[in-house]
């Protein structure tokens, strides 16, 4: 059974960091490409960035420059950096990895920006 589990969230000030993990586990993700993404509420889940299995990355206008998608293929995990966050990245950010036959979700994880 494969399962996503995201940790590393928090309450964070404006212009703070925060470093969020995705943690694998029933399949290895060395070889898949995987997705960050996050729903504030109110509004729809929104993708924020992901990265391919050789390490290639890509973003949302609203994130480029300060995240940063990584993996550490044998800890089978993958890391969203957060730098100077803002009070509008406030959200439950999640991973997420397709695969031929469906899509697995983690349960989230909340990242709150504030003072």
């Known amino acids: 059974q494969v399962q996503l589990v995201e940790s590393g969230g928090g309450l964070v000030q404006p212009g703070g960091s925060l470093r969020l993990s995705c943690a694998a586990s029933g399949m290895k993700i060395s070889v898949n490409t995987m997705n960050w993404y996050r729903q504030a509420p109110g509004k729809q889940r929104e993708w924020v960035g992901i990265?391919?299995?050789?390490?290639?990355?890509a973003y949302a206008n609203s994130v480029k420059g300060r995240f940063t998608i990584s993996r550490d293929n044998a800890e089978n995990t993958v890391y969203l950096q957060m730098n100077s966050l803002k009070p509008e990245d406030t959200a439950v950010y999640y991973c997420h990895l397709p695969t031929r036959t469906t899509v697995y979700w983690g349960q989230g994880t909340q990242v709150t920006v504030s003072s």
């Open positions: 990265i391919s299995s050789v390490g290639t990355t």
